[in-house]
């Protein structure tokens, strides 16, 4: 008996390991297409893109690899550059919630958000991929100071569709966990990324 459950075990660690090896690649590939097309969602008019990583403190590298990259560069149809999407995560209610928004560089304003990966409740917390949330990140104005090139304010989660701004965002009845923990990742990544992007419009290319 003690051989057949060893030989059992072997057995299903193989198994195990070559489906593992067999869909690694397939995954990989088909996260990276997902990516691509959420930079393109994110962001109106790019036609093309890079990604970077941060050097130091505040230098942008361009890098190869699209998956050591939490930042791209978008271009329009004459490699002009009109924003970034910018890669962001952090905990939900249940598990790590992971986004992209774009940000435009001429209007200074989010213009779109996706959802990456999020695992929250199905039903309720799910409701954050939905097209009635999503909708509250188009077009939202983030003015920066003209000085120092911080935000001015922050995103604003509020109930009851009281909104009266485009910062404002109306938090999901029965999610508000969930609604909640995106609004502090956007605005965490807006106060690391902006000041960043800010220095850097025109040498990038």
Request: net charge neutral; glycine share 6%; charged share 15%.
């Amino acid at each position: 008996m003690y051989r057949t459950l060893v030989g059992i075990g072997l057995i299903c660690a193989l198994v195990i390991v070559t489906v593992f090896e067999v869909t690694f690649p397939i995954i990989k590939v088909n996260k990276q297409r997902a990516l691509e097309n959420a930079i393109y969602q994110v962001l109106a008019n790019t036609k093309s893109f890079s990604a970077y990583h941060l050097v130091g403190n505040n230098n942008l590298q361009k890098v190869t690899d699209n998956d050591t990259s939490d930042i791209y560069a978008c271009y329009d149809a004459n490699h002009s550059l009109i924003g970034f999407a910018i890669a962001a995560q952090g905990m939900g209610y249940q598990d790590t919630i992971a986004l992209l928004y774009g940000y435009s560089i001429r209007s200074e304003s989010i213009q779109g958000l996706v959802v990456l990966q999020s695992r929250e409740t199905p039903g309720l917390g799910s409701k954050i991929e939905s097209r009635a949330f999503l909708d509250n990140f188009n077009n939202i104005e983030i003015g920066l100071d003209a000085i120092d090139n911080e935000r001015q304010q922050p995103l604003e989660l509020i109930k009851n569709n009281s909104k009266t701004h485009t910062r404002q965002i109306d938090a999901i009845t029965g999610a508000t966990i969930s609604s909640r923990a995106v609004v502090v990742i956007l605005n965490r990544s807006l106060s690391f990324w902006l000041p960043i992007v800010a220095k850097q419009q025109e040498p990038i290319t």
